[in-house]
């Protein structure tokens, strides 16, 4: 595909470096030299200076007939303007990012296809939907629903009383067992595990399995269901609105902000929430406002340091859940280690629904793209691919992935080593950042 990004923040550079792995035909245009340089120098894509509303700017970067065009500069208005250009040049669909949840309704959708922009991305309201998701599955880091659920892959921290310390995978496999462990993160590193590898204290293990089996990994991780209901949020802002907007039948939100305008603005926006005009950095604040009856704290303003500190702080208080925004992206995977439950990135997030629209154009394959080094692939089996030919265990697959389960005749199986591919099944592939283009060969 030929894709042009307009934007070279950290939402365009890291969009752009994923879909350089995928050796997709990749030119970003911004029009900060410095910035472009970076990928120049490390990605395999062309890069052109120049501004996203300039329609000789754009002609330079090839708009005219590329496949996709996403504006994913800080300026909403700027991204639908360029997205508007380029569908006027050619461009086959766009996309942009926007920070004003109106143009997300669906109520809207003809008007912005009618000025040129075929879809929008909101960041904070994907922020909202996977704290909601966090805080319904409270027991799991991450948690991935695939091909409509029939499979799911959720990632769990293992305790200390967790009864799989210390397995080795290929001892699981000698008893009954309704799951596949897909990949392990272990310091800071995701790993692809083969049977000699053990399960440790604190690994974050992606587990595959069906919806009528996922309930049975709790106490096998050391964990327990729990039912959340009170629900501190730390920031007065737009995901905050989200949050209370989505979930305001299910949970009770007390709000937390220093900034007394900001709590005056959104105590108009979510009427059913209490909003508090205070530092929720500060211990007596939280107590004041009730953390040792919370069931959650959610930590989404600004200063990613604070976000992570507060919630170190309410587990001290014994809160069940805490869900951190970090918007750096170096320092997620440093953030995940520690013990602040999920991790939340809006730019992965944003760049992650991206890659899936682009995905959604080749029928063949479909991913779900949340973690900063691995990657869930969905590929259908061509007839007379090479995944076809034999078992798993027997087609010495590269151990930068594994093969965690399939979709077919539209219901989901876990795969074992002796399980043997069909062609047209859809097959759920775990693999560490990179390498997907290499295995969609073996699926040709």
Known sequence: MRIVIAGCGEVGSHLAKLLSREDQDITVIDEDRSKLAVLDANYNLLTVQGRPTSFNDLRRAGVEGCDLFIAVTPFETRNVVACAIA??????????????YEFKDPANHEFFASIGTDDVIYPEYLAALEIITALNHNWARHWFELHDGQLILVGIKLRSEAPLVGKQLKELGRTTHDFHVAAIKRHNETIIPGGNDHL????????????????ALVPLCGKTKRQIKDVIIMGANRIAIQLCRMGREQFRFKIIDPDKDLCLRISERCPDALVINADPRDIDTLREAGIDDTDAFVA???ASESNILTCLTAK????????????????????????IGT????????SARIFQMMLDRDTSSSKCLAMADAEVA????REGSKITRAAVKDLRL????????????????????NTV???GDHVVVFTLGGAIHKTERLFR
Do not use: C, W
């Open 200 to 215: 440790e204290l604190d690994d974050i293990v992606y587990f595959m399995t069906t919806y009528e089996h996922v309930d």
């Open 378 to 381: 969905e590929i259908v089996a």
């Open 316 to 339: 001290e208080f014994g809160v069940i859940k805490t869900v951190a925004e970090v918007e750096n992206l170096q320092f997620v995977s440093q953030a995940e280690g520690l013990n």
């Open 300 to 302: 989404i303003s600004e």
């Open 87 to 100: 569908k006027s040049l050619g461009a086959s669909k766009t996309v942009a990012r926007v920070d004003n």
């Open 398 to 417: 590269s151990r930068d992935m594994t093969i965690a389960g399939l979709i077919r005749g539209g219901k989901g199986h876990l795969v074992s080593g």
């Open 343 to 350: 991790v939340i990135n809006k730019k992965l997030l944003a």
């Open 421 to 423: 591919i069909q062609p």
